[in-house]
Nanobody
Framework: QARLVESGGGLVQPGGSLRLSCVAP????????IGWFRQVAGKKREGVVC????????YYADSVMGRFTISRDRHNNAAYLYMNSLKPEDTGVYYC?????????????????WGQGTQVTVSS
């Protein structure tokens, strides 16, 4: 089972930027999928950005299209979520996830292995 560790969350003003990191041994390969999800208190966890093996298929939620970018860093066994032009509605706990299958759908139930989450708060 993969072990994933997120970092990089924090408090940022609207319009600001953050980079979230997720480190996992499996990320030394670009054949594993990476998913970034977020959850707001009282709401269901939702898929934000997901990339299948070798980034052949990448999904971005409409709400983050053009503002968020996913990337891989095989040398450091890491995946990143670059978040720009942040809005208060981006606030939530962000989780990274992976799965044994190469290209699962970008839905929480489709990913097997999860990190512990990192809090992102966008507020002035």
């Amino acid at each position: 089972q993969a072990r994933l560790v997120e970092s990089g969350g924090g408090l940022v003003q609207p319009g600001g930027s953050l980079r979230l990191s997720c480190v996992a041994p499996d990320f030394s390969s670009d054949t594993v999928p990476i998913g970034w999800f977020r959850q707001v208190a009282g709401k269901k966890r939702e898929g934000v950005v997901c990339a299948g093996e070798r980034n052949i298929m990448t999904y971005y939620a409409d709400s983050v299209m053009g503002r968020f970018t996913i990337s891989r860093d095989r040398h450091n066994n890491a995946a990143y979520l670059y978040m720009n032009s942040l809005k208060p509605e981006d606030t939530g706990v962000y989780y990274c996830a992976t799965d044994p299958r190469p290209t699962p759908a970008c839905a929480p139930g489709e990913f097997q292995d999860w990190g512990q989450g990192t809090q992102v708060t966008v507020s002035s």
